[in-house]
């Protein structure tokens, strides 16, 4: 009696031990299952690519945390999918951009970044993927038409920009009034804080758009090209986000974001344009 007892408890024993093997291989299992999973999902298109960018810039970057738009995001975007990547954005001062840039705070740069001599001291661009020029914006009705007609004037710009570089440079304002985003500079303008507001044409144009009484009096050709920027030294990044943005171009992805927020087609020499990081 006593050894069949004792049977009895060496079989329940064995079950034990059989059932916690089987547990464990089926943990095992089931680790291993997810850990491909995760593999699988990040193989072609998972790691995360970090950019800053300046947000809200219409209709270059606009929207809230988790919920960003804009030609230069969704491009962005689309350049990191065709590399193996995911863009994920961080908004950051545009007066401080590069050398958060230089500095490691992200990896890339997509923010309506003119291409200057002045920036490639501290990052490299890349192919210009956008072709620009500055614009005059005034409330409509106001007689300033021209870059000598901001002479004496109260002039509205957002730091750290190419707008204000080209009024220090040439406008030979009354005042110039910097403000951190460009959207600040617009609403200057309409509470009469500013007589006019020198910016990007496109940005300029957003802002006629959205009403308010504003008008373009004139456009100022300054010949610039928008590119992304990458810290300098990152070649294999920058040629990978060349890589990108052509194959975006290539396969009808650049036109089609260039339309949505332009309404026109874009120029046909972006196809072919071109920059060498100093």
């Known amino acids: 009696m006593s050894k069949t007892r004792l049977t009895a408890i060496f079989a329940v024993l064995l079950v034990g031990v059989v059932s916690l093997v089987a547990a464990g291989c089926g943990s095992s299992d089931d680790s291993t299952s997810s850990g491909s999973e995760t593999s699988a999902s990040t193989e072609g298109g998972g790691e995360p690519l970090a950019v800053g960018s300046d947000i809200p810039y219409p209709p270059f970057e606009q929207g809230k945390p988790g919920n960003y738009t804009g030609f230069d995001v969704e491009l962005m975007e689309a350049v990191a999918e065709n590399i193996g990547r995911t863009a994920e954005f961080e908004d950051t001062s545009f007066d401080s951009i590069f050398l958060d840039l230089a500095q490691g705070k992200f990896e890339a740069v997509a923010s309506a970044a003119t291409i200057t001599d002045e920036r490639e001291k501290t990052v490299d661009f890349s192919n210009p993927y956008y072709l620009s020029e500055q614009a005059i914006l005034v409330e409509e009705g106001t007689p300033i038409d021209s870059v000598e007609a901001l002479a004496g004037t109260t002039v509205g710009v957002q730091q750290g920009t190419t707008g204000q570089e080209y009024v220090e440079e040439k406008g030979d304002a009354g005042e110039l009034r910097k403000y951190p985003q460009g959207p600040d500079a617009v609403n200057a303008l309409k509470s009469g804080t500013v007589e006019a507001v020198v ?46 943005l052509k194959k975006a171009i290539d396969d009808g992805t650049y036109a089609k974001l260039y339309e949505k927020y332009f309404q026109h087609a874009p120029p046909k020499s972006i196809a072919s344009a071109t920059h060498e990081a100093s």
Not at 206 to 211: E, I, Q, R, Y
């Open 199 to 244: 910016m990007d044409i496109p940005v300029a144009e957003n802002a006629v758009a959205a009403g308010g009484g504003l008008e373009i009096s004139a456009a100022i050709p300054t010949e610039e090209e928008y590119g992304f920027a990458v810290a300098q030294g990152e070649t294999e990044l920058l040629e990978e986000i060349n890589e990108g």
